[in-house]
């Protein structure tokens, strides 16, 4: 009697309804022509064969493949389904994402029985795997290269495999509904932000978001300009829009700002908040002396012209220390996450301004800045 074990069944990609009917289609006309693969009783391949044959009352031929554990047949599954030219690329992907558990799992068994059965943690097995299956099974370069996709699909699919309903992974594991990767990644990834922009927007209404009580000789201001509606913020195709709560320009306007009598403010900005930078640093009671020009590795979007750089307005009031050396009106540094700024940024600024600093609306811990802001701890 054969048996159907769910592991095995699970790493065959379905067939959508057509695809299954055309199957069926063809085993009523002309019998079940291709042989099933069987294990110690354990169906191996021909699980939808099997399905049909078992409806019908087809006959079917059996061939008795050996293999020395589960963990084999399942290799052999999957390298089987991957030859196979008409699955989904999510399919390939999670294929070849469990194949790689797979390896690392018979490393892990092959370690503990040449240690002697001793029970190693979790990292000291994977950093003692050999040394090829960890090149070539731990890395989504290679795992991408074995399948022909990008890297960027297998971190998708991880994302997805993770995240999303089992009904969705079903739908594209059969390439149904016009479902992509991008697509449902995207949309998790939309869903995520607008619920940690949600748990900001609440943060900041139930500490009542007020600066701190010192006063500072240093401030960087990053403030989140109006750029969107942050309702319709898209991170795959609106690379422009800002993913976190936003500010009107009289919200930014009406911001205290704990500054000493004698203060260097800088404020980051882009071309299309320019006039207004401008007016509010009036209003803040301080004078624009220079313009840092952030310029960046890569190009971004634009309407008119693509932006590849940043501004960043230096002003001061009262009469501030500096140390004026050789800091430059231009700057150059890696783009990264979003709003993200350069470490070549607060180099130069400490090798310039001397005083008691405040990052401001801060993302990320800095040695002798103090932060203010909701996401403190954003960028590690």
């Not at 690329?89 to 790689?100: G, I, N, S, W, Y």
């Not at 500054?259 to 301080?286: K, M, P, Q």
């Not at 009262?318 to 180099?347: A, I, M, W």
Request: hydrophobic share 30%; proline share 4%.
């Amino acid at each position: 009697m054969i048996q159907v074990k769910e592991e095995f069944k699970n790493l065959i990609p379905p067939l959508n309804d057509s695809e299954f009917k055309e199957l069926e289609d063809s085993i009523l006309a002309e019998g079940c022509r291709e042989s099933l693969i069987v294990w110690n009783n354990i169906l191996v391949d021909g699980h939808h064969r099997y399905e049909i044959c078992t409806k019908h009352n087809i006959p079917f031929k059996v061939i008795n493949k050996d293999f020395e554990d589960e963990n084999e047949a399942m290799l052999w599954i999957i390298n089987n389904q991957l030859g196979r030219r008409n699955i989904t690329d999510f399919a390939r992907a999670e294929l070849v994402l469990k194949k790689k558990d797979i390896l690392l799992e018979k490393g892990r068994e092959k370690q503990k029985q040449t240690l002697g059965g001793y029970k190693y943690n979790e990292p000291s097995v994977l950093s003692n795997l050999d040394k090829t299956d960890k090149k070539q099974y731990n890395t989504r370069e290679i795992l991408a290269k074995e399948i022909g996709v990008g890297q960027g699909t297998i971190g998708r699919v991880e994302v997805i495999l993770k995240e999303a309903p089992e009904e969705v992974k079903e739908k594209l594991r059969c390439g149904v509904d016009d479902l992509t990767i991008n697509k449902v990644y995207n949309e998790i990834k939309i869903k995520k932000r607008k619920e940690e922009i949600e748990n900001i927007k609440n943060e900041i209404k139930n500490n009542n978001f007020r600066p701190p009580n010192e006063k500072f000789d240093v401030i960087v201001i990053d403030p989140p300009w109006p750029y969107n509606n942050e309702d319709n913020y898209d991170p795959e195709y609106f690379r422009g829009t800002a993913p976190y709560p936003s500010m009107s320009i009289e919200e930014i306007k009406s911001l205290e700002i704990p500054a000493s009598d004698d203060c260097v403010l800088w404020l980051w900005t882009t071309h299309r908040f320019l006039r207004e930078s401008f007016n509010i640093l009036d209003y803040w009671g301080f004078r624009d002396v220079s313009i840092l020009t952030w310029v960046k590795n890569k190009i971004g979007v634009g309407h008119w012209l693509r932006s590849q750089t940043e501004y960043c307005i230096m002003s001061v009031k009262g009469k501030p220390k500096v140390n004026l050396t050789s800091q430059s009106t231009v700057l150059y540094g890696k783009s990264r996450e979003h709003s993200r700024k350069p470490d070549e940024f607060y180099t130069m600024v400490d090798s310039l301004c001397i005083g008691y600093k405040l990052d401001y609306f801060s993302r990320e811990k800095r040695e002798g800045w103090n932060q203010f802001g909701i996401e403190k701890d954003k960028f590690k």
